[in-house]
């Protein structure tokens, strides 16, 4: 089954720790995205990859880092420095830049 | 600066009671604007890409238009399994891994 598998569903951080998110897809996407959904807000990026070890800054990138070592994974860590990490996380993937988003089931980060 | 504005925010129906819901956008050069359904607690999946100005397309109960300034989705007859929100992101030409979403519009079809 294709798709996009986000993990874990719900994870709980403490202040100062930083926390990393997984996403992989089996979909053979080119372009991979980070999202981050807060109540009442559209979507905002994070970072997006086109390809195998590159990727940029999108709108909201202080306080997160990324890597895309594979072509399925991009994983994300919500560092210390990120001021308000409670939120909604989507990873999504597109056969290339541009064209329609496949989103996973979000990860809930709960800073406690 | 490029924004998405939808409304309603929220919108109660009687199953079978046709209405529509609004994006507006401003963007320096559109290449496409993009439609997705997002249950609660889930990612958003896609429904629509829409091109140009005057492009209809269509998927059972739901169908979306695209004008210079804004798009519309239009759903007839609803049911209670199209409750969901609605979400429209535009996306400009100027960088095509940028989308610029909407805050959505949430839909609710009473039986």
């Known amino acids: 089954d294709g798709g996009i598998t986000q993990s874990p569903k719900y994870l709980f951080r403490k202040e100062g720790q930083n926390v990393t998110l997984s996403c992989e897809q089996n979909?053979?996407?080119?372009?991979m995205y980070w999202y981050r959904q807060d109540p009442g807000q559209g979507l905002r990026l994070i970072y997006y990859?086109?390809?195998?070890?590159?990727?940029q800054k999108g709108d909201i990138a202080e306080g997160y880092s990324v890597s895309r070592e594979k072509k399925e994974s991009f994983p994300l860590t919500v560092t210390s420095a990120q001021k308000n990490p409670t939120a909604f996380y989507l990873c999504?993937?597109?056969?290339?830049?541009?064209?329609?988003?496949?989103f996973g089931q979000g990860t809930r980060l709960t800073v406690v | 600066e490029d924004q998405v504005t939808q409304s309603p925010e929220a919108l109660r129906l009687q199953e079978g009671e046709s209405s529509s819901l609004n994006c507006s956008y401003t963007?320096?050069?559109?290449?496409?604007l993009f439609w997705y359904r997002q249950d609660p607690g889930k990612g958003p999946e896609f429904l629509f890409t829409?091109?140009?100005a005057g492009e209809e397309k269509e998927k059972e109960r739901l169908k979306a238009t695209l004008t210079k300034k804004e798009s519309f989705l239009h759903i007839t007859a609803p049911k209670p399994e199209d409750s969901a929100t609605y979400l429209c992101?535009?996306?400009?030409?100027?960088?095509?891994?940028?989308?610029?979403f909407g805050s959505g519009t949430k839909l609710n079809v009473k039986p």
């Open positions: 999504a993937s597109s056969m290339n830049a541009g064209t329609e988003a496949f």
């Open positions: 979909l053979n996407h080119d372009a």
């Open positions: 990859s086109q390809i195998v070890n590159d990727f």
């Open positions: 963007v320096s050069g559109l290449r496409g």
């Open positions: 829409l091109y140009s």
């Open positions: 992101a535009v996306q400009p030409k100027y960088n095509f891994n940028k989308f610029y």
